[in-house]
């Protein structure tokens, strides 16, 4: 059975810098591409980041590029999300997400992920 947990979230003023991390377990998580995803109050579920299984390759939405990164660490089955330089905007319930198929190739779609964690709220103040 999949779990992954999210921690990290909480309360920041504008400007600020949280990191979100995620931990795995059930699969090989080094077989699965793991993605960043976001959901602000009365909007869809929006991508946020996604990093290939072999960490040769990241995407990010428009709206992060520059100010997130996200990151894996296979030994310890974590995937990390960096956000700096926060905005209002960026204020949301943010998820973790394992892709459905191993080996695929990066994708910035939720039909893409198989698995979800439960959430941690970022709030950033103005």
């Known amino acids: 059975q999949v779990q992954l947990v999210e921690s990290g979230g909480g309360l920041v003023q504008a400007g600020g810098s949280l990191r979100l991390s995620c931990a795995a377990s059930?699969?090989?998580?080094?077989?699965?591409?793991m993605g960043w995803f976001r959901q602000a109050p009365g909007k869809e579920r929006e991508f946020v980041a996604t990093?290939?299984?072999?960490?040769?390759?990241?995407d990010y939405a428009d709206s992060v590029k520059g100010r997130f990164t996200i990151s894996r660490d296979d030994a310890k089955n974590s995937v990390y999300l960096q956000m700096n330089s926060l905005k209002p905007e960026d204020t949301a319930v943010y998820y973790c997400?394992?892709?459905?198929?191993?080996?695929?190739?990066?994708?910035?779609?939720?039909?893409?992920?198989?698995?979800w964690g439960q959430g941690t709220q970022v709030t950033v103040s103005s």
């Open positions: 990093i290939k299984w072999n960490g040769g390759r990241t």
């Open positions: 997400a394992q892709a459905d198929r191993a080996y695929g190739g990066p994708s910035g779609m939720r039909s893409d992920y198989a698995y």
């Open positions: 059930g699969r090989t998580f080094r077989s699965y591409n």
